[in-house]
T-cell receptor, first 114, second 114 residues
């Protein structure tokens, strides 16, 4: 039973389109995150949500809009996709108890914009 | 905010030799330092971690050392094996309830030469 699951695993789309990536965690964690991993493998945080509330927004273009319907789900919607959005997007979750333990990543969504 | 630097960016070692990856962090309030291993096409997975009140931790062939004064921490892999080939990330975490995040280093691509 996958702890943090993302769909889809692969996404190929044309410039200008709008797409969504979904994430669900069954760990009972309070906090969920989106990370972007570019072609150089840099892992950079985009957003974090704590119990459905946006906590961190790391200067991400407003074409990216996260939505958390409940604390087990965090979706990422991207409008007007650009070539530079091509990357692997990882969802993660953690307990947010001050320890840092238990940070768990999803399997990633490889987004290719053509 | 926290800044984590990681060196080297690539590392090749003969099978059986040791590998060392070094990181520095900027925020003296960071108190938890995990290391992640990411195999090709897979998610980052925690391999070892250390808290700021500990100087060294070992788990079989891998060990992590922390110099809190110098704000350095390192990953040591002994008796390397081909399955150790992967990208390794260090990270720093600061307890800040309601605004917690891991800041990752830029990654080290480790190649074990048979």
């Amino acid at each position: 039973d996958t702890a943090v699951s993302q769909t889809p695993k692969y996404l190929v789309t044309q410039m200008g389109n709008d797409k969504s990536i979904k994430c669900e965690q069954n760990l009972g964690h309070d906090t969920m995150y989106w990370y972007k991993q570019d072609s150089k493998k840099f892992l950079k945080i985009m957003f974090s949500y704590n119990n459905k509330e946006l906590i961190i927004n790391e200067t991400v273009p407003n074409r990216f809009s996260p939505k958390s319907p409940d604390k087990a789900h965090l979706n990422l919607h991207i409008n007007s996709l650009e070539l530079g959005d091509s990357a692997v997007y990882f969802c993660a979750s953690s307990q947010e108890d001050g320890s840092g333990y238990g940070y768990t990543f999803g399997s990633g969504t490889r987004l290719t914009v053509v | 905010g926290e800044n984590v630097e990681q060196h080297p960016s690539t590392l090749s070692v003969q099978e059986g030799d040791s590998a060392v990856i070094k990181c520095t962090y900027s925020d003296s309030a960071s108190n938890y330092f995990p290391w992640y291993k990411q195999e090709l096409g897979k998610r980052p997975q925690l391999i070892i971690d250390i808290r700021s009140n500990v100087g060294e931790k070992k788990d079989q062939r891998i060990a992590v050392t922390l110099n809190k004064t110098a704000k350095h921490f390192s990953l040591h892999i002994t008796e390397t094996q081909p399955e150790d080939s992967a990208v390794y990330f260090c990270a720093a975490f600061k307890s800040n309830f309601g605004n917690e995040k891991l800041t990752f280093g830029t990654g080290t691509r480790l190649t074990i030469i048979p």
